[in-house]
């Protein structure tokens, strides 16, 4: 039976894995002119490749929620992130419907931006409750990394505001609109990236430690992946078919696996519990 349960964790690292592995395959041969990145065949691909990748964290944090008890600490911290994924699920699929299904150019701002703005909130209170209830989940604060993280937000939130939101709010050209939700999306990234770093370096130790240093990184990789493309997409250098993309599957497929990784926990002390 452990061995039956051990499996659902090893199948989603397997499946992670073998759908990562050919999505950089198809983004490296579309790097390089094998493919047409504009192409219609690769426009689906690369519009179908993060729907399926949401679709496995929602998949598995589902999974995840059967599992626990009521009142168990990290029940509502899943449920607020199983929100957000399925928010951005909705956002990544209207992005197909639009590029793919309708063929037609997204619209700026657009459903997708409302669903994506939306995932934020519950994102970043998920995070907050990792910290403030750390002692529940088991989780002791390392002090030593807590000085070295703070220096290290404060030093990326000036880099972001130099390189990433300066030239947006000083762009004499640039809409109201654009000077209201590039801005809006990078910070609410920063907000992200910052949470998800004090939880890695801070909070992330002792024996209950992995899972959330799991999902810390996901985070991470969210945040970084939307940071660049902002950066990229004002200064006109992002095209479709970008390997920044992969960094958006990294962070769906980090999140599914660490709430399988979650799951497999919980069932192991269950077992524990009966015998």
């Known amino acids: 039976m452990k061995e039956c349960r051990a499996s659902w964790l090893q199948l989603g690292i397997v499946i992670a894995l073998v759908f990562f592995s050919a999505a950089f395959l198809l ?19 690369f519009d179908l490749l993060p729907v399926i990748a949401a679709t496995f964290s929602v998949a598995a944090v589902l999974a995840l929620l059967r599992n626990f008890r009521k009142g168990d600490p990290p029940r509502l911290i899943w449920r607020l992130i199983l929100v957000s994924l399925v ?16 063929g037609t150019e997204v619209p700026y701002p657009s459903l997708a931006d409302a669903l994506w703005l939306a995932a934020y909130p519950p994102f970043i209170v998920a995070l907050a409750l990792v910290i ?25 939130l000036v880099a972001i505001t130099l390189l990433v939101t300066r030239p947006i709010f000083t762009d004499a050209e640039a809409s109201l609109l654009d000077k209201a939700i590039n801005p809006a999306y990078v ?10 770093l004090v939880v890695a370096m801070t909070f992330s ?35 479709s078919g970008n390997h920044i993309d992969l960094l958006w599957l ?14 497999e926990i919980l069932l192991q002390e269950k077992v524990r519990f009966v015998a």
């Open 87 to 102: 928010l951005d699920l909705g956002a990544e699929f209207t992005w197909f419907v639009y590029e793919v299904l309708a």
């Open 132 to 156: 403030t209830g750390s002692r529940k989940l088991g989780l002791p604060m390392r002090k030593g990394y807590a000085a070295a993280s703070l220096a290290l937000i404060i030093g990326i």
């Open 250 to 263: 990294c962070g769906y497929l980090l999140m599914g696996i660490a709430a399988l990784n979650q799951r």
């Open 187 to 196: 910070y609410l990234d920063f907000a992200l990236l910052a949470l998800a």
């Open 205 to 239: 130790g002792g024996p209950h430690g992995g899972q959330w240093f799991l999902l810390s990184s996901a985070f991470m990789f969210f945040s970084v992946a939307d940071i660049i493309f902002a950066y990229l997409s004002w200064q006109g250098l992002y095209s």
């Open 27 to 45: 983004y490296t041969l579309a790097f390089y002119g094998y493919l047409n990145p504009e192409g219609r065949a690769c426009v689906f691909l």
